[in-house]
């Protein structure tokens, strides 16, 4: 931050330059706060309270919104019913689940054209419950679709996806990964080059799990 005030206070004759370094402070940043975030997911102590995904996948959109609109992006999450409102429920920290969902939010818009739409989308398949988030971004390479999907090391996977697109490191990903490994869930991810992504988290139901992992 303070590179950013000497910026204001020293302006420099090349505006091209001053914004290059602008740009280069943010993303720095943004990936220190990432950073953390990712520490936070994977060492502290879950606190786990009843937790209804669409309300909080409801909850973080409309938190989300304004940085949606910058760039005239819709967010738009499918109607739930009553039953499956209530089909909806986990034990779960209510502040990871809402990390994920922002993240995954945050890619999207990201990688997506301007006046572009994202879906979100809950739903119960079998014993999960599950939250969808599809764009009409960039997309990936088979190859980069195929290094998410084999790696197990979240921090790895994450860099090679989108390392060098729009100033991202992909840090984000890797605190997706983590807050579904410690909740016994699953990231699924569909991708095509210039047709978009869609990212699924599948959290167990609270009947299928007894215990999450602590560590």
């Not at 940085?67 to 990871?96: Q, T």
């Not at 818009?109 to 999960?128: K, L, M, P």
């Not at 971004?137 to 290094?147: D, F, I, N, P």
Request: net charge negative.
């Amino acid at each position: 931050m303070a590179i950013l005030a000497a910026l204001d206070l020293h302006p420099t004759e090349s505006p091209a330059l001053r914004e290059e370094v602008r740009h280069h402070v943010h993303r720095t940043l943004d990936w220190a706060n990432e950073m953390v975030a990712l520490t936070q997911a994977q060492h502290n102590h879950l606190v786990l309270t009843d937790v209804n995904l669409a309300f909080v996948a409801q909850e973080t959109i409309d938190a989300f919104y304004h940085i949606a609109s910058a760039k005239k992006i819709s967010l738009v999450m499918s109607p739930v019913s009553h039953e499956e409102y209530e089909a909806l429920w986990l034990r779960a920290d209510v502040g990871l689940i809402r990390r994920a969902i922002m993240n995954l939010l945050s890619n999207a818009v990201r990688y997506s054209n301007e006046s572009g739409c994202i879906f979100i989308t809950t739903s119960v398949q079998d014993s999960w419950a599950c939250l969808s988030v599809r764009d009409q971004g960039v997309g990936m390479t088979e190859e980069q679709l195929a290094s998410i999907q084999a790696n197990t090391n979240a921090v790895s996977a994450a860099r090679i996806v989108h390392s060098d697109a729009a100033g991202s490191l992909g840090v984000g990903l890797s605190v997706v990964q983590t807050v579904m490994r410690r909740h016994n869930g699953v990231l699924e991810v569909q991708s095509q080059l210039n047709q978009g992504s869609v990212f699924t988290l599948r959290f167990p139901k609270p009947s299928e799990h007894s215990a999450l992992n602590r560590a």
